[in-house]
C-alpha cells in the first residue's frame, strides 16, 4: 500500500531543535518528478506549508520559516528529513508529509500527521 | 507570498442542501488551485486540482470552478459524510499557500 509515515517526538522543550522524518512505502521519493513536502496544522487552525524537496534535490522553503528549516532528502531510506531549530510554543501543532507528482501538482498523498507539543 | 481569502469561515447547512465555498487569490494562481477536505483528527484528502478535476474517486457533486481570481468549490446535494473542513491551495508559485478553511457542520 502505498503511504507516507511522519515519525518524530511527541515533546519538544522550547529552544531545542525538531527533527521529523517521514517514511515512504511501496513508492520511490527518487523517481523522476516525484517531491515530498512538509506541513503543518496548529490545533483548531490552518494549514501551513512549510518546505518541499524534489527527487533531484532542489528545496524551497516557506518565507516565514526558511531560517529555521533545513529539508533533506536520504535515498537509501527512502525517507525526507525535515529540522526546525530554536523552536517555541507557536510551533506546536500536527505535522504533515505530503507527496507531490511531476510538474504543478497538488498534495494528492498525505501522511497521518505526528503532533508536536512545544513546552517546557 | 499569495493571499488565499477564503469564506465562508463556517457554514450550517442540511443533507440535500447546495453549498458553496468561495477562495480569493491576491494574485492569479492560473487554474493551478486545488480543494481539499479534512475531518477532525484526519489528514487532508485531495478533492480537486488544477481548479475544476475531481480526484480518483471524489462523487461528481464536487465541483469547482473559477472567474478571474475567484474559485468555488460547490457541493450540489450534501451528503452526511461532507459534514468537514474544506481547505483551498494555491499551487501556482512558492511558497505554496492555503485558505483559512470553511467548517461545513450540520444545521
Known amino acids: 500500500q502505498v503511504t507516507l509515515r511522519e515519525s518524530g517526538p511527541a515533546l519538544v522543550r522550547p529552544t531545542q531543535t525538531l527533527t521529523l522524518t517521514c517514511t515512504a512505502s511501496?513508492?520511490?521519493?527518487?523517481?523522476?518528478?516525484?517531491?515530498v513536502s512538509w506541513l503543518r496544522q496548529p490545533p483548531g487552525k490552518a494549514l501551513e506549508w512549510l518546505a518541499r524537496?524534489?527527487?533531484?534535490?532542489?528545496?524551497f522553503y516557506s518565507t516565514s520559516q526558511r531560517s529555521r528549516l533545513t529539508i533533506s532528502r536520504d535515498p537509501s531510506k527512502n525517507q525526507v528529513v525535515l529540522i526546525m531549530t530554536n523552536v517555541d510554543t507557536v510551533d506546536t501543532a500536527t505535522y504533515y508529509c505530503?507527496?507531490?507528482?511531476?510538474?504543478?501538482?497538488?498534495?494528492?498523498?498525505w501522511g497521518q500527521g505526528t503532533l508536536v507539543a512545544v513546552s517546557s | 507570498d499569495i493571499q488565499m481569502t477564503q469564506s465562508p469561515s463556517s457554514l450550517s447547512a442540511s443533507v440535500g442542501d447546495r453549498v458553496t465555498i468561495t477562495c480569493r487569490a491576491s494574485?492569479?494562481?492560473?487554474?493551478?488551485l486545488a480543494w481539499y477536505q479534512q475531518r477532525p483528527g484526519k489528514a487532508p484528502k485531495l478533492l480537486i486540482y488544477?481548479?475544476?478535476t475531481l480526484e480518483d474517486g471524489v462523487p461528481s457533486r464536487f465541483s469547482g470552478t473559477k472567474s478571474g481570481t475567484e474559485f468555488t468549490l460547490t457541493i450540489s446535494s450534501l451528503q452526511p459524510d461532507d459534514f468537514a473542513t474544506y481547505y483551498c491551495?494555491?499551487?501556482?508559485?512558492?511558497?505554496?499557500?492555503f485558505g483559512q478553511g470553511t467548517k461545513l457542520d450540520i444545521k
Open positions: 505530503a507527496r507531490t507528482g511531476p510538474g504543478l501538482q497538488p498534495f494528492d498523498l
Open positions: 511501496e513508492f520511490s521519493l527518487s523517481s523522476r518528478g516525484m517531491s
Open positions: 524537496v524534489d527527487w533531484d534535490d532542489d528545496k
Open positions: 494574485q492569479s494562481v492560473s487554474s493551478w
Open positions: 488544477k481548479t475544476s
Open positions: 491551495q494555491q499551487y501556482n508559485s512558492y511558497p505554496y499557500t
